[in-house]
Antibody, heavy 123, light 107 residues
Framework: QVQLQESGPGLVKPSETLSLTCTVS????????WSWIRQPPGKGLEWIGH???????SYNPSLKSRVTISGDTSKNQFSLELTSVTATDAAVYFC?????????????????WGQGRVVIVSS | DIQMTQSPSSLSASVGDRVTITCRAS??????LNWYQHKPGEAPKLLIS???TLQTGVPSRFSGSGSGTDFTLTISSLQREDFAIYYC?????????FGPGTKVEIK
């Protein structure tokens, strides 16, 4: 079955760039939407953005100026870059796949998630 | 952004209890409302999509209902493996947003 695994540095210095990769195993990046979601300590889940296959990114307006999501179908991976990080960017970062379905209109849910990558922001 | 609230924020219940969690949206999300279960250290799990569609493999003791702004997740007979945090999520508006979660603990 399809599995997702986040990887990347667990410690990032303030003002630097957070970079994470999600590797898709047991399936293909093609023809699906893929998202990044984060959860700061003690807080709720926040959608960061998504990508379709390896293109057409869409971002949360609250983070849009600092986020880039890209995909590499040859490696079956998609990545997150978040620039100019501060302590408020410390969180567990999840990658997830979209399940699209029709129910009185097209919608979606996140049907497969990675286990999450803890990222600390500290000098 | 559409704001999601959940109540209660936490609850204590015993195995076999019936548990109901409420999710409310700040504006109508029609039926574009999903429920997730999250256990610490694990990947979140999609339980219910489109307000009431049970995902494959999810036990039938879980059910969802509602439309518009008010939704419920019901566990008809709580089992030990159900102790977790439950989140609702709307996908009617962009960005998609989640509720703050309801922690279900053992009494």
């Amino acid at each position: 079955q399809v599995q997702l695994q986040e990887s990347g540095p667990g410690l990032v210095k303030p003002s630097e760039t957070l970079s994470l990769t999600c590797t898709v195993s047991g399936g293909s990046l093609n023809n699906y939407y893929w998202s990044w979601i984060r959860q700061p300590p003690g807080k709720g889940l926040e959608w960061i953005g998504h990508i379709y296959s390896s293109g057409s990114p869409s971002y949360n307006p609250s983070l849009k100026s600092r986020v880039t999501i890209s995909g590499d179908t040859s490696k079956n991976q998609f990545s997150l870059e978040l620039t100019s990080v501060t302590a408020t960017d410390a969180a567990v970062y999840f990658c997830a796949r979209h399940l699209r379905f029709y129910s009185s209109g097209w919608s979606y849910a996140f049907d497969i998630w990675g286990q999450g990558r803890v990222v600390i922001v500290s000098s | 952004d559409i704001q999601m609230t959940q109540s209660p924020s936490s609850l204590s219940a015993s195995v076999g209890d019936r548990v109901t969690i409420t999710c409310r949206a700040s504006q109508s999300v029609t039926r574009f409302l999903n429920w997730y279960q999250h256990k610490p250290g694990e990947a979140p799990k999609l339980l219910i999509s489109a307000a009431s569609t049970l995902q494959t493999g999810v036990p039938s003791r879980f059910s969802g209902s509602g439309s518009g702004t008010d939704f419920t997740l019901t566990i008809s007979s709580l089992q030990r493996e159900d102790f977790a945090i439950y989140y609702c999520q709307q996908t009617h508006g962009s960005p998609p947003t989640f509720g703050p979660g309801t922690k279900v603990e053992i009494k």
